[in-house]
């Protein structure tokens, strides 16, 4: 799948830090000291509580799918998906190195860096 | 003494289904010309605007200047493909405030000329837009979006493809009587499931056309409506929602329906089944199920039951549901079904369907939009329409 270019889009004052750790392996989350909670996907205020004091945390990495679809026509085929973290969001990803056909709702998975847009690396991830 | 504080007096759906020929501006003058013709008013009788962002240019400055009109408010809230609901909503609020007496909606497009793929093709969006580096790079899409709000939905509560395939059944056995419908042929629960699969769950026919066209309607002052020669259609009741991914807390369940349509019914002072004809969007099937739960015409999780066996056929069903043939099967202009479910809820208060799908003594409608992408962020807008 192509995409045209948007060169502002990953290296922004209030993301940036995200995908600088991304490239290095690392999923980051954002998330509240005023009412303890993270959020989905990272931003200056909490969307929870409204407080400004949120702070990066490194996430486990580990969730389970609670929703996907197979795009049979996409080349590649894509696998689009929201994944449960154990932190409790949900963010919107891919399923990857996967059967597509085998995939069910609750299965386990683990995170798995693929290729961006733009040089970057983006959170998928995998059957655990 | 009036029950409603204004009414829609006039209601055009643009004929065509292919514009090659016709300009976005064209296709919403064309559009706006018919519903006042409709009405019996004029341009000069305009004094309320209300577009989308389907008409290019900064909110309604190119249209405004186009049409020559000379407005006391306007208005140019955009939620996609609902965004006529609100606006039928708005006009009757601003026309209650006394900010104007006739207020003109229009919509105009045509994604069919321009080759558009509606639902599979990645929409790039605007770089500013904070949710679109976390999703544009995964390849998504809308028929992708509304298929994870499928899938969840038969994880949940065992609804099957079988069930969706009932509600593409039911538009086209209305569609079938609709000379202006893209889609005329009745299809079978098996020709729908038996559809290339696209994006599991969701098959080909699963999906709304692709159509080129517009819309378009006239709201007034009871004052006025009342010297028209048209039948007085109320609007008795309004609800309006949006629901995003409630900051990672994501709840695919239910839409922003859910409370749009109880905003909508509290005003109106009805129950769901005093509604005699709805208008649902349909943008895909699941669409449908997930509106029919959230406005409560039956239990949460009973959607798939409950629209099986053409209960959304009209004469046939309890739930006559898009007696035009909707967006699965006649038209979804500029890929905005609001506008059309409005027009095709006023033509069965006012008796004027097709004899085969027109609802008897249709004393009162719903029409429902969604617009945006129903499992990443979207709106959701109610209107319930009274014959007086």
Redesign the interface.
Known sequence: ?T??P?P???DNP??GAF?QAAAQGRLLLKSCRACG?????P?AI???CGSADTHWQDSTGQGVI?????????KPM?V???V?LDE???????IVDCD?DSLR??QRVALRFID??DG?R?P?FAPA | MTKHPAHIVGAYEHPTRLASDKTVAQLHAEAAKGALDDAGLTFADVDGFFCGNDMPGIGAFALVDYLNLDLRHIDTTDTGGCSYQIHVAHAVQAIAAGKCDVALVTLGGRPRADGMSTG?A?R?GH??Q????????????I???Y???A??HM?DHGTTSEQLAWIKVAASHHAQHNPRALLRDVVTVEDVVNS???????HRLDCCVITDGGGALVIARPEIARNLARPLVGVRGMGEAMKG??????D?GYSAIAAAGKRAFDQAGVRPGDIRYASLYDSFTITVLMQIEDLAFCDKGQGGRFVMDGNLISGVGRLPFNTDGGGLCNNHPANRGGMTKIIEAVRQLRGEAHPAVQVPDCTLALASGIGGSL??RHAGSVVILERE
């Open positions: 799948m995409h045209p948007h502002a889009l990953f209030e993301t995908w909670s993270a959020h989905w996907y931003r909490c969307p929870h609670y929703t996907f679809s197979v795009l049979r026509k996409a894509t689009p998906a929201y449960t409790g969001i949900s963010l919107f990803t891919n597509p709702i609750g961006g847009m970057t983006l998928a | 599979t990645v790039p770089p500013a904070p949710d679109i580096p976390f999703e544009l790079p995964f390849g998504n899409v028929l992708g979006s298929a994870m709000v899938q969840r994880h290339p699969l696209l994006a599991d769950p969701l991914q409630n900051g990672g807390r994501v695919l499992g990443m």
